[in-house]
T-cell receptor, first 112, second 113 residues
């Protein structure tokens, strides 16, 4: 079945450093979404990418969808303590169900 | 405008019992999906309902069932609970089955003892 993997599993950075998480799907995706889950919280939708090679920015966050629509990345510039949490990518295959398959997640810890 | 509401927030059940979890989607959202999230892992897809019909089922045993009501609220039922069913159960609503971001509820934390 479809699998979505993320690396790294865990990243610890000093406040102000940059952070990147990578997402790889075993199958081609119709779109990819990114979610953030704070410790003890629930996933919160950040963004959706649909087009091959698409790049979107939200303040310090840059999201990219690969040309083959099988991989994606999230880059955070100058991390802040408020960025702490687990970042999940989630892909939809565009099939009859169009269910969202979540990646394994990257836990980001930011030291002040 | 209320977000996605789930009840109860926490639940403790004994092995072999049955549980019903409830979800009310955002007003106007017709699609409800259920996910199971075990500690330290990503959410796993259980069911998707759209316009009161099941549109997708994940790789979960028949002990798991769900339904969607005319007002688009939904219930997830789990029979014959096992210790391994202990998890955070998340409900997500979206406008349709299409390419829209999901809004998740705060979840129901189920502990099976």
């Amino acid at each position: 079945g479809q699998q979505v993997m993320q690396i790294p599993q865990y990243q610890h950075v000093q406040e102000g450093e940059d952070f990147t998480t990578y997402c790889n799907s075993s199958t081609t995706l119709s779109n990819i979404q990114w979610y953030k889950q704070r410790p003890g919280g629930h996933p919160v939708f950040l963004i959706q990418l649909v087009k091959s090679g698409e790049v979107k920015k939200q303040k310090r966050l840059t999201f990219q969808f690969g040309e083959a629509k099988k991989n994606s990345s999230l880059h955070i510039t100058a991390t802040q303590t408020t960025d702490v949490g687990t970042y999940f990518c989630a892909g939809q295959d565009g099939g009859a169900t169009n269910k969202l398959i979540f990646g394994t997640g990257t836990l980001l810890a930011v030291q002040p | 405008d209320a977000g996605v509401t789930q009840s109860p927030t926490h639940l403790i059940k004994t092995r072999g019992q049955h549980v019903t979890l409830r979800c009310s989607p955002i007003s106007g959202h017709k699609s409800v999906s259920w996910y199971q999230q075990v500690l330290g892992q990503g959410p796993q897809f259980i069911f998707q309902y759209y316009e009161k019909e099941e549109r997708g089922r994940g790789n979960f045993p028949d002990r798991f069932s769900a339904r969607q009501f005319p007002n688009y609220s939904s219930e997830l039922n789990v029979n014959a609970l096992l210790l391994g069913d202990s998890a955070l159960y998340l409900c997500a609503s979206s406008f349709s089955q299409g390419n829209y971001g999901y809004t998740f509820g705060s979840g129901t934390r189920l502990t099976v003892v």
